[in-house]
């Protein structure tokens, strides 16, 4: 999973620049444009016609960030993959999809005059930090469970169990797992470079928290300085439950604008019941992301699950 993460990262800011999942491509297009025209896509040649010189353009562009990246061959593709798509009406349509992060064969990119898509490390990374950085929006990376992470590279329980490897006979002496750890905390640690970037993370215990700090000096102490203190988050109780549920049940409702809520559900739990939430409350313990888990959890087999809705309830009372 780690040789993906950043492939993965940027497509999942991809699939939510938009309000709705269709409409994610227009924030990209409209980013690529506004950069081109930063880096002299509007000047004019020979005239009133404009007729583009799409190699200086990506001269200033190279210039313009060659103090902001260190893999220049990644920033050379992606700054030739925003050009051509912005610029070159033939090869537009090829260049949006490797801006938008669709594997691409040998062939394609050849023909748009690219090394790698996004598979590649540096690439994916590249345009993750462009993004970010030019999009002008608030950006916020929210990782559940971190102690996971935390718990494969340090063992808080010393009695944890270890399961045999027999590739340590061959002179390992990590696990793969404890590899694939570090790997992705070094990698998690890279995107504090990207400006605009806020990482929250959910733990357990503060006990993990500790062990996050320790691995963080250990890397780069000056990265100390960008973690904040942690929010406790206290147990939900019953009643907090139902109240978390019938409050964003309302939002819903009113974001949809659906003004005969009131007159149908106002004192309706619908889609489900009173039941299903004491069985979640009862489930979790009060543990505030696992209410949310259960929740969502639920909803997305109602909204994805051919089953008939009393049957998806009864599953969960």
């Known amino acids: 999973v780690y040789k ?27 980013l690529t444009k506004r950069l081109c025209d930063e880096w002299g896509a509007q000047e004019r040649k020979y005239g009133f016609f404009q007729i583009v ?15 902001k990246f260190e893999k220049k061959e ?44 996004l598979r590649k490390r540096d690439n994916a990374f590249v345009m993750l930090k462009i993004l970010i950085e030019n999009l002008r929006k608030e950006s916020i990376l929210f990782i559940d469970d971190f102690e996971r992470i935390i718990s494969i590279m340090n063992p808080i329980d010393d009695e944890a169990e270890e399961i045999f490897d027999p590739s340590w006979l061959y002179g390992n002496k990590q696990s793969p797992d404890k590899i694939s750890a570090e790997k992705t905390f070094d990698k998690i640690l890279e995107l504090l470079s990207i400006k605009g970037l806020k990482i929250i993370i959910t733990l357990k215990s503060l006990e993990y928290f500790g062990e996050i700090k320790k691995k963080i000096e250990e890397k780069n102490k000056n990265l100390l300085i960008l973690v904040k203190n942690p929010l406790d988050m206290p147990s939900f109780t019953e009643e907090d439950v139902f109240q978390l549920y019938k409050e964003h049940l309302d939002l819903f409702f009113a974001n949809i ?3 005969e809520y009131s007159k149908h559900f106002s004192t309706s739990l619908f889609p489900i019941n ?7 409350f009862s489930e979790t ?15 997305n087999e109602i909204v994805i699950s051919n089953e008939k809705l009393e049957d998806i309830l009864k599953k969960h009372q």
Not at 102 to 117: G, H, Q, V, Y
């Open 53 to 67: 010189n799409i190699d200086k353009i990506k001269k200033t562009a190279l210039e313009n960030w060659s103090n």
């Open 74 to 117: 990644a920033l050379m593709d992606a700054i030739t993959a925003i050009t051509t798509h912005q610029l070159d009406p033939f090869k537009k349509i090829d260049a949006e999809r490797w801006l938008l992060g669709e594997l691409m064969a040998t062939r394609e990119l050849s023909r748009l005059n690219l090394k790698n898509d």
């Open 4 to 30: 993906k993460f950043y492939y993965n990262t940027y497509s999942e800011f991809i699939e939510n620049l938009g309000i709705e999942p269709e409409d994610s491509v227009e924030p990209l297009r409209y």
């Open 257 to 259: 604008d659906y003004k």
């Open 285 to 299: 313990q009060g543990n505030p992301r696992e209410v949310i888990k259960h929740l969502i959890k639920i909803f």
């Open 274 to 280: 009173k039941k299903i939430l004491k069985t979640i």
